[in-house]
């Protein structure tokens, strides 16, 4: 549920962002601020700023008398996704990322709010070596889109996403020891530290260091 030891505002503007996320889609409408106030056990006031977060982000639409509407993703970004290719070659992904994944980190050490940090810190809260590799895998894909949403530009979520269904057997090779989660574990902590001092130039370190340690293992598993 809520998480008490950040804002309450941040904390509930994580939890309606992880529901819009993973739960709804596109033009979905959300529960009235009544409804969430009350299920959340939280004040109108505090939806209503958890909200505006939301919306500033671009991740949902407010429109008096019609309510909270999931918003639809950019034509830009959907031209993106719908125009790219989905088979390509691993190595030609693995440069993609390293160039582009270690900035969006930065930004995001630039960029990241308190409802930002909250969902980082729930993610990584919920990845540990006792997590079978599927379930470690979709916390990995997790932590990077949630990085990518925090730096808050619509492109690079959508390269991210892109990227992440790409990647995807690569990662499921790193994610299938348990030095491998551990070493994601690990990654993405150093990030997350990063990004919570607000270091750009150490989130873009910690990023990079972390895609060349993926690297490493599935060139190790490919032996």
């Known amino acids: 549920m809520l998480r008490r030891g950040h804002t309450l505002s941040a904390s509930t503007a994580a939890y309606l962002e992880k529901m819009v996320v993973d739960d709804l889609s596109p033009g979905d409408k959300l529960p009235p601020e009544r409804v969430l106030a009350e299920n959340l056990e939280v004040s109108r006031t505090t939806i209503r700023e958890a909200l505006s977060d939301l919306e500033q982000r671009r991740l949902v639409t407010r429109t008096p008398g019609r309510g909270t509407v999931v918003a639809r993703r950019s034509a830009n970004a959907t031209a993106l996704l719908e125009t790219m290719s989905d088979d ?7 440069e993609l990322r390293m160039l582009i ?3 969006v980190a930065g930004l995001a050490a630039d960029r990241a709010t308190a409802s930002d940090l909250v969902a980082l810190e729930s993610i990584l809260a919920s990845t540990h070596t006792g997590l079978n590799p599927t379930e470690s895998l979709a916390q990995d894909v997790a932590f990077h889109m949630q990085l990518a949403r925090a730096a808050r530009n619509p492109l ?4 991210c996403q892109l990227s992440a269904g790409w ?3 690569v990662r499921a090779r790193s994610h299938a020891t348990r030095e ?9 902590r150093d990030i997350l530290e990063a990004v919570r001092a607000n270091d750009h130039h150490q989130a873009v370190a ?6 060349e340690e993926v690297v490493r293992l599935v060139e190790r598993s490919n032996q």
Do not use: C, F, I, K
């Open 88 to 94: 390509a070659e691993e190595d030609h992904v693995a």
């Open 101 to 103: 994944e270690p900035q």
């Open 156 to 159: 690079l979520v959508s390269l």
């Open 167 to 169: 990647v995807q057997t």
């Open 180 to 188: 491998g989660r551990r070493n994601s574990y690990n990654g993405h």
């Open 206 to 211: 910690a990023m990079t260091a972390h895609l």
